[in-house]
């Protein structure tokens, strides 16, 4: 598993994949926030939003983005990585006005925090979670999965997804395997958190009812990638060492062969593609 100093080596140049993981983020925010569908919060109470392993912050901004405007509400983004949380910060910096005109009620916090323990957030606090792509980047998927859950209230619903499936992860292991990264084989494989039944044992383990536990797949829309935001995603990604200094020409060849990675022209590139399991759980 990736330590905190890896995953802020990747938060350069995380953004090109984050517009692929946002739609998924999205999908995961409305089905948090629908239970919460009449509520708006109040200023003495207002609704409590968590969105954890939060990285450049696609989930919680969607949170913030499908609030009503009159909502009074907290957002509380957290990753253990300093620099994802860095560029979240200047991505708020961005929206900032936006944000106050449109929801003139909402707090967005952003906290370093591990996933596996967050003693600063009380038991029954949260009115919806997200976790989107975290689980299975823990290296103890349950004590994350205990931990989201013993934060929401009663009623409120959380969300985790993980991958079902993703082109990229087969194009790395690929590429890995061009320049001779020995390991490559291993690296195919994102983790036990992306088979259903897995991650059931894993609910089940962190004491999550299953009749609380939805699980649904998300087909992403393919999105492209151009051969240079591919480069610098390789060469800056602190999870990939094997590739810092790979060449763009082996890049471009390993995505024109026909493994349905794309193809290379004046209006085509890397086809970033893949669908996710999307875990929801409701607090009895
Ligand atoms: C694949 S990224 C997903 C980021 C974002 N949610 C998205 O969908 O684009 C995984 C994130 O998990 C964070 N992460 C990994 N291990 C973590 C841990 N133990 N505690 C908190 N965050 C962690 C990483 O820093 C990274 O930002």
């Not at 995380?14 to 995961?28: D, G, L, V």
Request: glycine fraction near 8%; aromatic fraction near 8%.
């Amino acid at each position: 598993m990736a330590s905190a100093a890896e995953w802020d080596g990747a938060a350069g140049s995380y953004h090109s994949f984050a517009r692929f993981t946002e739609q998924f983020a999205r999908h995961a925010v409305a089905t948090a926030l629908g239970p919460l569908s009449t509520r708006t919060g109040t200023e003495e109470q207002p609704l409590m939003l968590l969105d954890v392993a939060s990285g450049t912050g696609v989930a919680a901004f969607g949170l913030i983005d499908a609030l009503p405007a009159n909502a009074w509400a907290t957002v509380l983004a957290t990753d253990f990585a300093e620099a994802m949380l860095g560029q979240l910060r200047a991505k708020a910096s961005q929206r900032a006005e936006d944000d106050a005109a449109k929801h003139p009620h909402v707090t967005l916090q952003a906290e370093r925090m591990d996933a596996q323990d967050m003693p600063s957030v009380r038991d029954a606090t949260m009115d919806a979670a997200t976790m989107v792509f975290g689980l299975h980047n823990l290296p103890n998927p349950v004590s994350g999965a205990r931990e989201f859950y013993r934060v929401l209230r009663p009623g409120a619903k959380g969300v985790i997804v993980t991958w079902h499936w993703n082109k990229l992860r087969e194009f790395i292991a690929q590429m890995r395997l061009e320049v001779g990264d020995v390991e490559a084989k291993a690296a195919d494989y994102i983790g036990p958190m992306t088979n259903e039944g897995e991650m059931r044992r894993c609910l089940h383990e962190a004491g999550i009812p299953d009749a609380c536990i939805v699980v649904d797949m998300v087909k992403g829309l393919p999105m492209q990638m151009s051969l240079e935001e591919l480069v610098v995603y390789l060469r800056t990604n602190s999870l990939v060492p094997a590739l810092r200094e790979v060449d763009a020409s082996l890049v471009r060849r390993v995505v024109s062969e026909d493994r349905g990675f794309g193809a290379w022209g004046d209006d085509s590139g890397f086809i970033l593609w893949g669908t996710a399991m999307e875990v929801s759980v409701t607090k009895p």
